[in-house]
């Protein structure tokens, strides 16, 4: 199997070397394109990438590339991770908000959107070419803001792709922690978009319907231990009191 990374430069893709090679001989995956556009970072990471792998004999290679057709062509699983406009774009989006009395923030409100009008297009062109060059592949974005970029993907015809987020499951993730629970037996219930979320429900194992089971959201929300050891100690706690839900 192989895998492509577009955007492959990131910081965060060293982080997923791990992760692949513990389950490299269940996906039968034999090969890591990391592609950017970017040369000189795609060195740099990539080179971290691949001394990770060699750590952790990893089973398969890790090919770097800036050649978009090259890289998804024969790809089964396709992760798309880009910042178009790099550091500066999102810097300009946020200031401009700040410039208009509004909150500057990357996936929601007005720099939301911004990003949204850079990204969907770059990740539409990619997807494009995926149904060229591999059109049996999945791809899955995580390229911010995922709600809108998937969306927008649908509306234009787009399949085989699925949104992911790394903040949607903090409330699971902070339950289980605290509780000593695996987390394969909390179930949350969470509504919102992107990275303005909320989890409204937190239940001990449930049915597999998803009913049923213990409620804990209401107990966690009322101690005080439970809110320090988590990012809901950022918020006044007459905001979190008001809102009776763990805010992601």
């Not at 946020?94 to 850079?118: D, K, P, W, Y």
């Amino acid at each position: 199997m192989k895998l492509t990374i577009i955007g492959g430069a990131g910081v965060r893709t060293p982080l997923l070397i791990p992760s692949l090679v513990r389950r490299a001989e269940r996906l039968d995956l034999q090969e890591v394109w990391l592609m950017d556009i970017d040369a000189s970072k795609l060195e740099l990471i990539g080179g971290l990438c691949q001394a990770v792998a060699r750590q952790l004999d990893a089973p398969f290679r890790i090919v770097l590339s800036t050649d978009a057709r090259a890289s998804l062509s024969g790809a089964s699983h396709v992760i798309t991770s880009v910042r178009p406009g790099f550091e500066q774009a999102r810097a300009t989006d946020e200031r401009i908000c700040f410039n208009h009395g509004v909150l500057g923030q990357e996936t929601t409100g007005a720099a939301g959107f911004s990003m949204a009008m850079r990204s969907l297009p770059v990740i539409l062109d990619y997807c494009r070419l995926r149904d060229e060059v591999a059109p049996d592949a999945w791809v899955y974005n995580f390229t911010n803001p995922a709600g809108l970029v998937v969306q927008g993907l649908h509306d234009a015809g787009i399949r085989r792709v699925v949104g992911i987020c790394d903040g949607a499951n903090l409330g699971q993730q902070a339950a289980s922690r605290y509780l000593d629970v695996p987390v394969e037996r909390v179930h949350h219930e969470l509504f919102g978009l992107n990275h303005l979320s909320w989890t409204r429900s937190i239940r001990i194992d449930p049915e597999l319907d998803g009913t049923g089971g213990e409620e804990v959201l209401p107990a966690l929300l009322s101690d005080p231990k439970f809110i320090r050891s988590t990012l809901l100690a950022m918020f006044d706690p007459d905001l979190l009191a008001s809102q009776g839900m763990f805010l992601n």
